[in-house]
């Protein structure tokens, strides 16, 4: 079974514009949830998507959004960049709720704002 | 307010040894807790989980221990690998709040042969 995939893994923006991050979680797994790592600050909760909604959304300003497709395919957006958020993105996936199931991390992708 | 406290940022480790790391928490309706282990350019990798009906989790190398009273877990590598040489990071959450993971900074853990 192919793991976690995202898409791409490394991004250099600038400061104000838009990015888009792609995860293709393992084939059945129904969610996905974002993290953002930053150094010194670990993994940071973004949101959570089963079936399509947001079950859970972290400590983030609206300009971090997300959302799913049908496929379970998902895709985050961050608008009007920051220097701060030149982080590495995780995306997890696993079968069931993201709680109570073994949560399978994908390679990440590293955006950096200048 | 961190909930979730990895205090020792680092751990060197001779080959053979055991590795012991830490976590404390702040939440008490945190009920799950899980270890994972990261390399450089790749995602975490879970390691082993426990629920807080269980004091002690064991799978092969890895043993995590649960104090509640305490709100305090480890993992315990025994023998320790240079392989095991990673970032661990402990995260946690409330299955019945049903609340997101929430991880700690992560501790480095070198393993020297």
């Known amino acids: 079974k192919a793991g976690v995939t995202q898409t791409p893994r490394y991004l250099i923006k600038t400061r104000g514009q838009q990015v888009t991050l792609s995860c293709s979680p393992i084939s059945g797994h129904r969610s996905v949830s974002w993290y953002q790592q930053t150094p010194g600050q670990g993994l940071q909760f973004l949101f959570e998507y089963f079936s399509e909604t947001q079950r859970n959304k972290g400590n983030f300003p609206g300009r971090f959004s997300g959302r799913q497709f049908s496929n379970s395919r998902s895709e985050m957006n961050v608008s009007t960049l920051e220097l701060g958020d030149s982080a590495l993105y995780l995306c997890a996936s696993s079968l069931y709720r993201a709680g109570t199931e073994t949560q399978y991390f994908g390679p990440g992708t590293r955006l950096l704002v200048l | 307010d961190q909930q979730v406290k990895q205090n020792s940022p680092s751990l060197s480790v001779q080959e053979g040894r055991i590795s012991i790391l830490n976590c404390d928490y702040t939440n008490s309706m945190f009920d799950y807790f899980l270890w994972y282990k990261k390399y450089p350019a790749e995602g975490p990798t879970f390691l082993i989980s426990?629920?807080?009906?269980?004091d002690k989790n064991e799978d092969g190398r890895f043993t995590v221990f649960l104090n509640k009273s305490a709100k305090h877990l480890s993992l315990h590598i025994v023998p320790s690998q240079p392989g095991d040489s990673a970032v661990y990071f402990c995260?946690?959450?409330?299955?019945?709040?049903?609340?997101?993971?929430?991880f700690g900074k992560g501790t480095r853990l070198s393993v020297i042969a």
């Open positions: 426990i629920s807080s009906i269980k």
């Open positions: 995260a946690a959450r409330s299955l019945y709040g049903d609340t997101p993971l929430v």
